[in-house]
């Protein structure tokens, strides 16, 4: 039936901004006249709507500088001039205008607003994280936390290295180059003392939901079919490291920012980190990047001296990924 209909719309659906975007619950309106406003104590909730008829909805939690994510849902969605329909749901909704929407419950009205102001990579990260959650089947309750310091970083790092080029490009002088690179180097350990110390202060909600996501991590399948191919010395794709990557953020969300500010990581230097950050062995890394194992221990040595600027082991650059 969803499908159906969907076709009908489709040609509505093409002529007008309508539902497409994100918005966020204002004020619900109870029968005895009572209004609810929203975010109650940093808490409200969000719905993502695309043009391929996905909604996808979730609970916003603000703890301090985090955010917490906890998916409700993602269904499909019809609309047409002025009335949306649900999937599996009798609610309506109906557009007031470009900026506002209402829906229209058994017992009780919600004004929802459109949001204008996240960016691109946000709207994605919800996508992913409530689309993820869902398809895994996991009806549970689970709180995930959003990267935005990560991102945040991430901005800096890139504006930093920006200012680093216009200075090279204009004065061109060796000793001024040295000079902005050990300045890059000094002003990246300290951004990581800021991320740990913003790391050592959050909240016990922040640092139990990353205890339960690293959890629940080592424990899932995804986890146990990376280990039985890591233990078989099978070479991973492209797209074996992206997954990768992206279940690490999920867990540790300023582990990569913290890393690239730190240091221009090659490819095969950052894939050691990843797999030094999910407890694997150095010789089960040699395996897997087709490299000698003293390769592995040489890398490790050199990225300790890079970014410390001391001769270190390799079992202490070991130490410095787990902590991150």
């Not at 009908?8 to 966020?24: L, N, P, S």
């Not at 009205?109 to 089947?137: A, G, S």
């Not at 991590?217 to 990376?226: A, D, G, I, M, Q």
């Given at each position: ?36 406003n929203y975010p109650i104590d940093g808490t ?218 730190l240091y221009n990581f090659s490819p095969i230097?950052y894939q050691v980190c990843l797999l030094l ?48």
């Amino acid at each position: 039936m969803i499908a159906t209909l969907s076709l009908v719309f489709c040609a509505k659906q093409d002529e007008k901004e309508g539902i497409a975007g994100v918005w966020i619950l204002r004020e619900i309106n109870l029968p005895d006249g009572t209004i609810q406003n929203y975010p109650i104590d940093g808490t409200s909730f969000i719905r993502l709507y695309d043009n391929d008829n996905t909604y996808y909805y979730a609970e916003l939690m603000t703890v301090g500088k985090e955010t917490l994510i906890v998916p409700l849902r993602k269904s499909q969605y019809l609309y047409s001039d002025t009335i949306y329909k649900e999937e599996k749901n009798d609610d309506n909704l109906y557009m007031k205008d470009d900026t506002t929407m209402i829906l229209q419950c058994q017992f009780f009205t919600q004004t929802w607003t459109r949001v204008t102001t996240m960016t691109e990579e946000k709207k994605q990260e919800i996508r992913d994280i409530v689309k993820n959650h869902i398809d895994n089947k996991n009806v549970n309750l689970t709180q995930y936390v959003l990267s935005t310091t990560e991102r945040d970083l991430r901005s800096q790092v890139l504006l930093f290295h920006y200012i680093v080029i216009i200075l090279i490009l204009t004065v061109g002088a060796t000793a001024l180059y040295t000079f902005h690179l050990h300045k890059q180097k000094k002003s990246m350990e300290r951004k990581l003392n800021i991320i740990e110390e913003e790391k050592e202060n959050r909240p016990q909600l922040i640092n139990d939901a990353i205890r339960k996501l690293e959890d629940n991590f080592f424990k899932s399948e995804y986890y146990v079919s990376l280990r039985h191919n890591i233990e078989a010395g099978r070479n991973m794709t492209d797209k074996d490291w992206t997954d990768l990557e992206q279940k690490i953020k999920g867990i540790y969300p300023t582990f990569s920012s913290t890393l690239y500010g730190l240091y221009n990581f090659s490819p095969i230097e950052y894939q050691v980190c990843l797999l030094l950050k999910i407890h694997t062995s150095p010789s089960e890394i040699a395996n897997v990047i087709n490299k000698d194992i003293s390769t592995i221990s040489n890398i490790r040595r050199r990225l300790y001296k890079k970014v410390f600027d001391k001769e270190g082991s390799a079992k202490e650059w070991d130490d410095f990924i787990v902590s991150l």
